[in-house]
């Protein structure tokens, strides 16, 4: 692993992914905003989707890259999975605001992220590594697909999001399993 080198392509990567979310986020939000007046909402939907879809690219070649050419920092450790979170959650956020996405499944997505980071927090101060997980991993492509089908109106995007809020969990809990393997009570 890389320690002192901080810049470079998967950590520029999930820096843009940090960029896009927020731009994402106001699409959907401010809708109704007058720098908008005139374009019609679904346009700023698609703009918002299209945002999206970029910034979930990404996800997978910041990894891919990273892996392939021996690039894992540090930085990358903390920027990647703050970059996965800050897209979800302008996802999820904008689309509950909307009226789009259930602000139950949303409350359970938040609610376990949040539970998790602070477990993850937890660990390092005890040493103990809990590394993304495969589950975790597919989670946030479940999540990701979800946001996409309802930021696009697809049919199924209701069911995809509780699909996510499933793997979500599941995967939350095989975090907790996994501290409480190795943490010395």
């Given at each position: 692993?890389?320690?002192?080198?901080?810049?470079?392509?998967?950590?520029?990567?999930?820096?843009?992914?940090?960029?896009?979310?927020?731009?994402?986020?106001?699409l959907?939000?401010?809708?109704?905003?007058?720098?908008?007046?005139?374009?019609?909402?679904?346009?700023l939907?698609?703009?918002?989707?299209f945002?999206?879809?970029?910034?979930?690219?990404?996800?997978?070649?910041?990894?891919?890259?990273?892996?392939?050419?021996?690039q894992i920092?540090?930085?990358g450790?903390?920027?990647?999975?703050?970059?996965?979170?800050?897209?979800?959650?302008?996802?999820?956020?904008?689309?509950?605001?909307?009226g789009?996405a259930s602000?139950?499944?949303?409350?359970?997505?938040?609610?376990?992220?949040?539970?998790?980071?602070?477990?993850?927090?937890?660990?390092?101060?005890?040493?103990?590594?809990?590394?993304?997980?495969?589950?975790?991993?597919?989670?946030?492509?479940?999540?990701?697909i979800?946001?996409?089908?309802?930021?696009?109106?697809?049919?199924?995007?209701?069911?995809l999001l509780w699909?996510?809020?499933?793997?979500?969990?599941?995967?939350?809990?095989?975090?907790?399993?996994?501290?409480?393997?190795?943490?010395?009570?």
């Amino acid at each position: 692993m890389q320690k002192n080198k901080i810049i470079n392509i998967p950590n520029i990567l999930a820096s843009i992914r940090l960029l896009l979310a927020p731009i994402m986020f106001m699409l959907l939000v401010n809708q109704d905003s007058p720098i908008f007046q005139g374009i019609h909402p679904s346009w700023l939907n698609y703009a918002a989707a299209f945002i999206f879809v970029v910034a979930s690219a990404t996800d997978f070649f910041d990894g891919y890259i990273a892996r392939t050419f021996n690039q894992i920092t540090t930085m990358g450790k903390i920027l990647d999975p703050l970059a996965d979170k800050m897209l979800t959650l302008a996802g999820f956020l904008g689309l509950m605001m909307l009226g789009s996405a259930s602000p139950w499944a949303i409350y359970l997505i938040i609610t376990r992220e949040l539970f998790i980071t602070g477990l993850r927090v937890s660990a390092v101060a005890e040493g103990i590594d809990i590394s993304a997980s495969w589950m975790g991993k597919v989670k946030t492509v479940a999540q990701m697909i979800a946001i996409g089908f309802l930021l696009m109106h697809w049919y199924g995007g209701e069911l995809l999001l509780w699909i996510a809020v499933a793997l979500t969990l599941y995967s939350g809990y095989e975090y907790v399993r996994d501290f409480f393997k190795q943490v010395k009570m």
